[in-house]
Nanobody, 128 residues
Framework: QVQLVESGGGLVQAGDPLRLSCVASGRIFGLYAMGWFRQAPGKEREFVAAISWGGGTIYYADSVKGRFTISRDNAKNTVFLQMNSLKPEDTAVYYC?????????????????????WGQGTQVTVSS
């Protein structure tokens, strides 16, 4: 069973940066794409960013483009989300997700239902 554990969340002020990490462990048989989603109180879980196994294909939600950067270190089974210029509307629980692609280097996914495994989430709170 694959497990994902997010870390790095916390309370910051508007304009500050924060970096989230997500470590995958367990048996992973093949290549996998990764993504970040977030869910604010009373709202649906929404897409934030996604990255292919090889890192060559990346997508961002319009709301975070230019401020957030997704990256990964496959040797450490870790994906990162660098968040800069944070806004109060970024406040949410952030989840990382894994989609097994077996042998696809470039596949990437932006929809909730396309992912196989989810982390427990990490809270990010941005004060004004």
């Amino acid at each position: 069973q694959v497990q994902l554990v997010e870390s790095g969340g916390g309370l910051v002020q508007a304009g500050d940066p924060l970096r989230l990490s997500c470590v995958a462990s367990g048996r992973i048989f093949g290549l996998y794409a990764m993504g970040w989603f977030r869910q604010a109180p009373g709202k649906e879980r929404e897409f934030v960013a996604a990255i292919s196994w090889g890192g060559g294909t990346i997508y961002y939600a319009d709301s975070v483009k230019g401020r957030f950067t997704i990256s990964r270190d496959n040797a450490k089974n870790t994906v990162f989300l660098q968040m800069n210029s944070l806004k109060p509307e970024d406040t949410a629980v952030y989840y990382c997700a894994l989609r097994l692609t077996r042998d696809s280097v470039s596949s990437v996914y932006t929809a909730y239902h396309q992912y196989d495994t989810w982390g427990q989430g990490t809270q990010v709170t941005v004060s004004s």
